[in-house]
């Protein structure tokens, strides 16, 4: 398939900053902030900078149930804790909608050709999010709400979804899971929030096998990563060539993330990016789209979206750290991913 020319698109809006889930919420606007910080000198031919337009309501209820839109409606201007960990504020919503357009208009924009590749730089994440539940900081499931735009109404027929966010991304896994047209692949850490993914949840139905998910230990950091990278998540989207390919980034893997445990740096993720960018050049025209999501130290998360900047503008990304576990620790984890999907994959 024909590699897409033109800039790469970067998508934001300041309403965004204004969700205020509360004193000391890690999801603070200041994240929002610091990667702007960083990202002001982008400013040259391979970047252009966009407003998102609100997702419409009916784009939403692809993916969310109109009672559960409906209940967030009515705390439109109003502080409110939805769950122990979700909070709104009174410009919350307008920031969900926001973000939800700006991975719809990213995925847009990518399909048809105005961009070689597209970052929506967003708050609140979404991919916790589920049909009729907020969670995990998650009002609205921007990239699943984009998935389903892009096949209601793009014409794209089978969408690859990476979640590389340290927490398993339950809300998406949720919202296709019986779906064989979207593949969805989440590596995350296990043991921690939300306590889904496990390796045996494959998919329900014709979406059996279309389900990967690839826990994983406490401490893992570039080396580990790209061979997981390498030994499950390449052969697999090879097998299923996908005609878009879309990115959950959450960098709360980051060796100084307060709340991952994990220990990747920029480097490590401006390699996993340009890994993404190969399989969708290879399959998907070039048309690759990331949607920001979790990522909590406000440094590590400014110069790890940097870091996959520059890896969309097509620089090549500084060599990530090797491994730091013993090779037989990282081939077991690499074995109990395998040992589920051979029937469905050639891993």
Not at 135 to 141: D, E, I, S, V
Not at 148 to 177: E, K, M, P, W
Not at 234 to 239: E, H, I, M, Q
Not at 326 to 339: F, L, T
């Amino acid at each position: 398939m024909r590699r897409m020319a033109g800039p790469t698109l970067l998508l934001t809006h300041e309403a965004m900053i204004e969700h205020d889930p509360g004193p000391g919420h890690p999801e603070r606007p200041e994240r929002l902030q610091a990667v702007l910080k960083r990202l002001k000198s982008f400013q040259d031919a391979d970047v252009c900078w966009a407003q998102p337009t609100p997702a419409s309501r009916e784009a939403i209820e692809r993916v969310h149930r109109p009672h559960y839109v409906d209940q967030l409606e009515t705390l439109r201007g109003r502080r409110a804790a939805l769950d122990i960990d979700t909070a709104v504020s009174p410009a919350s919503l307008q920031a969900a909608y926001l973000a939800s357009g700006a991975a719809i208009d990213a995925v847009t924009a990518v399909v048809a050709g105005r961009a070689r590749r597209a970052f929506a730089l967003v708050r609140p994440p979404g991919h916790h999010a589920e049909s009729d539940r907020a969670m995990g900081f998650c009002l609205f499931n921007n990239i699943a709400i984009a998935a389903a735009h892009a096949r209601a109404s793009l014409g794209c027929r089978r969408i690859a979804i990476i979640d590389f966010d340290v927490h398993h991304g339950n809300g998406t896994q949720q919202a296709f899971y019986a779906d064989a047209d979207v593949l969805y692949i989440s590596t995350h850490r296990w043991g921690i929030y939300p306590g889904t993914g496990s390796t045996r949840e494959i998919g329900a139905a014709k979406g059996q096998g279309f389900n990967v998910n690839v826990p994983l230990p406490e401490g893992f950091g570039d080396g580990e990563y790209n061979a997981v990278f390498g030994s499950i998540l390449v052969p697999v989207v090879d097998a299923f060539e996908p005609d878009l390919l879309l990115v959950s980034a959450g960098f709360d893997s980051h060796r100084d993330d307060p709340l991952g445990g994990m220990a990747v740096t920029e480097a490590g993720f401006g390699s996993m990016c340009a890994t993404l960018c190969q399989l969708a050049d290879r399959h998907a025209g070039g048309r690759i789209a990331l949607v920001l999501e979790g990522g909590y130290d406000l440094q590590a998360l400014a110069a790890s979206v940097a870091a996959c900047v520059d890896v969309l503008r097509a620089q090549k990304p500084p060599a990530p750290r090797p491994s730091s576990h013993a090779a037989g620790e990282v081939a077991e984890v690499i074995e109990k991913v395998c040992s589920v999907h051979r029937l469905y994959w050639p891993v």
